[in-house]
């Protein structure tokens, strides 16, 4: 059983950074995809970064350019750098695992991020 626990969300001023972490139970190594996603209030949760076992990247419009995902095989964790945060940012981000191609998504407890001066 994937298990997910995300850290690193707070609050941030506009303009502002934030790094998230998401560590995995068990081998990243194998899993076909990681990925983040957010909620704000009263919205749907939306993809936001995906990166796949063969370092394929893919990213939600408002945030290319922005924000990176990045993995770490050895610490089995992956990251979110959010740099030059805007206020539409504000959510709670969650981590997901996909262990196959086409299987479920696992999903992390989630992490807030507020950007708010």
């Known amino acids: 059983q994937v298990q997910l626990v995300e850290s690193g969300g707070g609050l941030v001023q506009p303009g502002g950074s934030l790094r998230l972490s998401c560590t995995v139970s068990?081998?990243?190594?194998?899993?076909?995809?990681m990925g983040w996603y957010r909620q704000a209030p009263r919205k749907l949760r939306e993809p936001v970064a995906t990166?796949?076992?063969?370092?394929?990247?893919t990213y939600r419009d408002s945030v290319k350019g922005r924000f990176t995902i990045s993995r770490d095989n050895a610490k089995n964790t992956v990251y979110l750098q959010m740099n030059s945060l805007k206020p539409e940012d504000t959510a709670v981000y969650y981590c997901s695992a996909q262990v196959v191609a086409g299987s479920q998504l696992r999903w992390g407890q989630g992490t807030q991020v507020t950007v708010s001066s």
């Open positions: 068990g081998s990243i190594s194998s899993i076909y995809a």
């Open positions: 990166l796949t076992s063969d370092y394929s990247r």
